[in-house]
Nanobody, 119 residues
Framework: QVQVVESGGGLVQPGGSLRLSCAAS????????MGWYRQAPGKQRELVAR??????TNYADSVKGRFTISRDTKNMVSLQMNSLRPEDTAVYYC??????????????WGQGTQVTVSS
């Protein structure tokens, strides 16, 4: 059984900062990638930032230069969000992509945490 647990989030004024953390736990974890996605009301879920097991990262264009994903431990990642904008308001979901011996990838999701940017 794999669990993905997020922490952080909340209400912040435009220009402010927040930090999200995520931990994956369970037996036989073979992490291919961990990252953050977000979903705003009426919109599809989108990639925010992702880190592959080798350390390479991907960012959405809208957050480049403002958000930074980092690996705290093998199965824990954080997302530092600076210069937040109202359009960053969304539910943020942590994703853990795990690989199996056959090479298949299984995705596990956290419960989501609300980030609201408003004055």
């Amino acid at each position: 059984q794999v669990q993905v647990v997020e922490s952080g989030g909340g209400l912040v004024q435009p220009g402010g900062s927040l930090r999200l953390s995520c931990a994956a736990s369970g037996s036989m974890l073979n992490i291919y990638a961990m990252g953050w996605y977000r979903q705003a009301p009426g919109k599809q879920r989108e990639l925010v930032a992702r880190m592959l097991s080798g350390g390479s990262t991907n960012y959405a264009d809208s957050v480049k230069g403002r958000f930074t994903i980092s690996r705290d431990t093998k199965n824990m990642v954080s997302l530092q969000m600076n210069s937040l904008r109202p359009e960053d308001t969304a539910v943020y979901y942590c994703n853990a992509a795990l690989s199996t011996d056959s090479g298949a990838i299984s995705n596990y999701w956290g419960q989501g945490t609300q980030v609201t940017v408003s004055s």
